[in-house]
């Protein structure tokens, strides 16, 4: 007995008649006589009782029918859930990300992304670069949003550049290199510096260091801590002078960001894996590549 059988029992059933039926589902009517003979044979017990002029539910076919409705409904939720899955619509998304960096457009773009995609069920897990790759890299997260790791390709990943980030210095409002529109990298080396720890963001860490061997001096690390927020509260105490990327410090109102000449640059990108690329992830990269090229990813609004 398969679904088929329970379509054609419940039309004969609903229209107590075998000719309706079959008129109704467009098929013969002994293919309708032969379904309703074997479910009986199947169950064991007669569902229809049937005589030259009329077709009645007996006892057990009114069970019968009423479990088809439930069934059949049931089975159609499931093809319509199957349908909106493999378009995107429905599933679920586990992104990780970065803080700080994606802070201007993250609340903007997952809004969005709910408006058009309602029945996808979205988590968020808010971890160092680093850590965004390897819980992506293992199926933990469908996607993030993070710096680039060397290793990426060797993980298995795959990402696009959703922007070059420059770099540049947060001080206090009352600093003395505030006033500064631009500042050369040469202006640092005397300067205690206030930058990411290498374990928890390879990239940033590196480009701050790569910045300051191409200016000929090994910079003063006075603190490395785990996380950009805390790189922004040493700078705010006055410990030193933080080297971060603009998005970091966009936010905070205590703090003005110098852009570092020659400019340097450190890239946000979307990492997914190569060989699960489910249609949620699918979806969302589709929208970040919208908003990329419409020039909307950080403005105000979208």
Known sequence: MDLRHIRYFQAVAEERSYSRAA??????????SRAVKEIEATLGVPVLDRSRHHVRLTPAGATLLHEAGVLLERWEEAMRRVR???????????LGYIGPPTAP???????????????????????TPER???????????????????????LGLKTIVLREEPLGVAVPATHPFAKRRSLSWTALEREPLIVLARREGMGLHDAVLAGCRQANFTPRLAHTPSLIGTVLSYVEAGAGI????????????????????????????FAWPEHDDSPPVQRLRELLVEWRKAKTLWMASA
């Open 23 to 32: 008129r109704r589902l467009r098929v013969a009517q002994p293919a309708l």
């Open 105 to 127: 457009f993250l609340g903007r773009l997952l809004h969005e992304y709910r408006r058009r995609f309602p029945l996808v069920s979205l988590h968020l897990e808010e971890r």
């Open 132 to 154: 965004v790759w390897e819980m992506v890299s293992k199926g933990r997260l469908s996607a993030g949003l993070t710096r680039p790791v060397l290793s990426h390709e060797a």
């Open 84 to 94: 909106r899955t493999a378009a995107g619509e429905d599933g679920e998304l586990r």
């Open 242 to 269: 933080g080297v971060v990327t603009d998005s970091v410090v966009h936010s905070s109102s205590a703090l003005k960001f110098i852009p570092l000449t020659p400019a340097t640059t450190v890239p946000l990108v």
